[in-house]
């Protein structure tokens, strides 16, 4: 029995470590119509909201104790954050169903930070810097450039690195466009155009696997971003909707934790560090970009 668990294991391994599968984790039709579908009505929850003007930021929709506790943790640099899950209104029961997500898994995470002593015009700045997010951002981000920008809308590319137990290397584009309210309130959306793994990265044989035809750790992204200058600072929200592979029978030791936990820990780094690199920048601690290490820490709900 050792034997056997240890070939197993051994398998598994050299499995991942090599060439991705051909068909273990293509991207079926049914997978992004499903992703499709419940990024459509998530977007129409965000739109709902935008449109009754409040609340504007998701914290000030919760329960008056629970907002009070989540204030709390705001003022000291915490990062908040919790799991939501679009359903499906029109499932004709009583209580609305999960969306059937085939071959795949959606992951859905809110989260806030507050930087103190900031404005609203700073805060997008640097959000809008994307030529610099990779000196910012290490090490998620790896490189980062502006493909092109038209007023209030943004063409970027991203080499995002992801890494738990197994690492990962995409090469990805994002569409952004931003809305700004008013003086003190401002929205963005993104979504990726491309998301294409990487083979080898840095290394002699480093090619873009075929869209959708990979691991299958990431194959769609959109997120949505609020901004609100208020009690002397700026509150910035961001909504991550991302797609992945489902966890494949005997893999799920090793691919559960990456599956499950990196969108979670990924939106939390970028949060933090963004207050980060905020505040040093109003407070003339970065007078150029370089890395920076994240202040605040997390609290998961």
């Not at 051994?10 to 992004?32: E, I, Q, R």
């Not at 898994?105 to 700045?125: K, Q, R, S």
Request: hydrophobic share 40%.
């Amino acid at each position: 029995m050792a034997r056997k668990a240890a070939a197993t294991l051994l398998a598994g391994m050299c499995a991942l470590a090599g060439p991705p599968p051909a068909k273990a984790a293509d991207l079926d039709v049914s997978t992004a119509e499903a992703y499709a579908n419940y990024v459509k009505l998530a977007e129409k929850q965000i739109g709902n909201g935008l449109a009754a003007h409040a609340p504007f930021l998701w914290v000030e929709s919760l329960p008056t104790g629970k907002r009070a506790e989540v204030e709390s943790c705001l003022r000291v640099g915490e990062v908040v954050i919790e799991r939501l899950d679009a359903r499906d209104p029109n499932s004709g029961n009583a209580v609305a169903k999960p969306i059937s997500v085939p071959g795949g898994m959606i992951h859905h995470w809110i989260g806030t930070v507050f930087i103190p002593g900031a404005t609203l015009a700073e805060t997008l700045a640097f959000e809008q810097d994307y030529d610099h997010h990779a000196s910012f951002f290490q090490p998620d981000v790896q490189r980062s450039k502006i493909l092109q920008h038209e007023r209030d809308d943004f063409v970027v590319q991203l080499r995002f690195e992801r890494k738990k137990l197994i690492t990962a290397v995409f090469d990805t584009e994002h569409e952004v466009h931003y809305h700004f309210a008013d003086a003190t309130h401002a929205w963005s959306r993104s979504r990726t155009t491309r998301v294409q793994e990487v083979y080898d990265p840095g290394g002699p044989h480093e090619r873009l696997e075929p869209e959708g035809h990979d691991r299958g750790f990431l194959w769609h992204m959109n997120t949505y971003w609020r901004f609100e200058e208020k009690n002397d600072g700026v509150y910035v929200e961001c909504q991550s909707v991302s797609l992945t592979r489902d966890i494949p029978t005997g893999l799920g030791w090793l691919i559960a934790p990456y599956v499950t936990s990196v969108p979670r820990e990924s939106l939390t780094f970028t949060l933090a560090t963004t207050r980060s690199a905020v505040l040093q920048r109003i407070s003339g601690r970065a007078s150029t970009p370089g890395p920076l290490q994240p202040q605040a820490w997390s609290r998961f709900r």
